[in-house]
């Protein structure tokens, strides 16, 4: 049974950094792509990064380039999403999840089959 169990979210002044993990179990880290996407109140959930099967690169939502990096600990069984210069817009529960989906289609949320429960990050301004 796939587990995907995220942490690290909390409360952060605007313009600081937040570290997210996700604890996965149940599945072959190394087959698989791991992301994370996040829904902000009253909007539809959407794709901020993804680390793909190995060798096969990472991907960022606009939003994210250049503030958010994504990395994986296949051994450990470990993804983190690092999250700089924070924005109240960034504000939103945070999900961790997996695909074994085509790379052309990582960024879309439906393609993610696998998910956490979630992690809030709020960002006051």
């Known amino acids: 049974q796939v587990q995907l169990v995220e942490s690290g979210g909390g409360v952060v002044q605007a313009g600081g950094s937040l570290r997210l993990s996700c604890a996965v179990s149940?599945?072959?880290?190394?087959?698989?792509?791991m992301g994370w996407l996040r829904q902000a109140p009253g909007k539809e959930r959407e794709f901020v990064a993804a680390?793909?099967?190995?060798?096969?690169?990472?991907f960022y939502s606009q939003s994210a380039q250049g503030r958010f990096i994504i990395t994986r600990e296949n051994v450990k069984k470990m993804v983190y999403l690092q999250m700089n210069e924070l924005k109240p817009d960034d504000t939103a529960v945070y999900y961790c999840?997996?695909?074994?989906?085509?790379?052309?289609?990582?960024?879309?949320?439906?393609?993610?089959?696998?998910w956490g429960q979630g992690t809030q990050v709020t960002v006051s301004s």
């Open positions: 999840a997996s695909s074994t989906v085509a790379l052309s289609g990582i960024r879309r949320v439906e393609m993610w089959t696998a």
């Open positions: 149940g599945l072959n880290l190394g087959n698989y792509h």
């Open positions: 680390s793909a099967r190995p060798g096969s690169g990472t």
